[in-house]
T-cell receptor, first 113, second 115 residues
Framework: AQSVTQPDIHITVSEGASLELRCNYSYGATPYLFWYVQSPGQGLQLLLK??????LVQGIKGFEAEFKRSQSSFNLRKPSVHWSDAAEYFCAMTTDSWGKLQFGAGTQVVVTP | EAGVTQFPSHSVIEKGQTVTLRCDPISGHDNLYWYRRVMGKEIKFLLHFVKESKQDESGMPNNRFLAERTGGTYSTLKVQPAELEDSGVYFC?????????????FGAGSRLTVL
């Protein structure tokens, strides 16, 4: 069955430290992959997407993600987090021709001073 | 450009009552999607409109949910009668094209609490 797994429900990181959020997918081919972020009181905002080509994708707010076909993963990284990065992060994929998204359960990121 | 607007932002109702959620997509976006996040679970697809037609309603949980998109503009999602398990956040999203590569713009969501 097709699925998106985010193994970490909750991550606490110190401001200035690096952050890596894990995402694994299950699908018979290469899906289109996305990372969204939801800050408190806000809608889901697209951070970055991967369709094909270069497996290292740059996004907004200093985030990047790396697609690894061999590991069925699409992990999100940021070298140095800011307090404003505290939010919930969602990995998602689409496999159908209409762009229907399938989401992971989300990872809540808390940033400490 | 105005984003995707949803209201109400929060609704609290009693079990058995009716609630209608509204979504105004970005102007010119033919594709409109509804998603739902029940507490502690994944965000799940409910349905997809292309203009005023339902392209895919495979995610609608049961016949207590009715979605409409009159004239291909705004959309409403009615829950009647509401049950406790309907509590959650309902997200609306829109996109210009409906291809696999299209990028959805999401609204802030409507939180529904059923008591």
């Amino acid at each position: 069955a097709q699925s998106v797994t985010q193994p970490d429900i909750h991550i606490t990181v110190s401001e200035g430290a690096s952050l890596e959020l894990r995402c694994n997918y299950s699908y018979g081919a290469t899906p289109y992959l996305f990372w969204y972020v939801q800050s408190p009181g806000q809608g889901l905002q697209l951070l970055l997407k991967y369709f094909s080509g270069d497996t290292l994708v740059q996004g907004i707010k200093g985030f990047e993600a790396e697609f690894k076909r061999s590991q069925s993963s699409f992990n999100l990284r940021k070298p140095s987090v800011h307090w404003s990065d505290a939010a919930e992060y969602f990995c998602a994929m689409t496999t159908d021709s209409w762009g229907k998204l399938q989401f992971g359960a989300g990872t809540q990121v808390v940033v400490t001073p | 450009e105005a984003g995707v607007t949803q209201f109400p932002s929060h609704s609290v109702i009693e079990k058995g009552q009716t609630v209608t959620l509204r979504c105004d997509p970005i102007s010119g976006h033919d594709n409109l999607y509804w998603y739902r996040r029940v507490m502690g679970k994944e965000i799940k697809f409910l349905l997809h409109f292309v203009k005023e037609s339902k392209q895919d309603e495979s995610g609608m949980p049961n016949n207590r949910f009715l979605a409409e998109r009159t004239g291909g503009t705004y959309s409403t999602l009615k829950v009647q009668p509401a049950e406790l398990e309907d509590s959650g956040v309902y997200f609306c999203a829109s996109s210009q094209d409906g291809s696999r590569a299209n990028v959805l713009t999401f609204g802030a969501g409507s939180r529904l609490t059923v008591l």
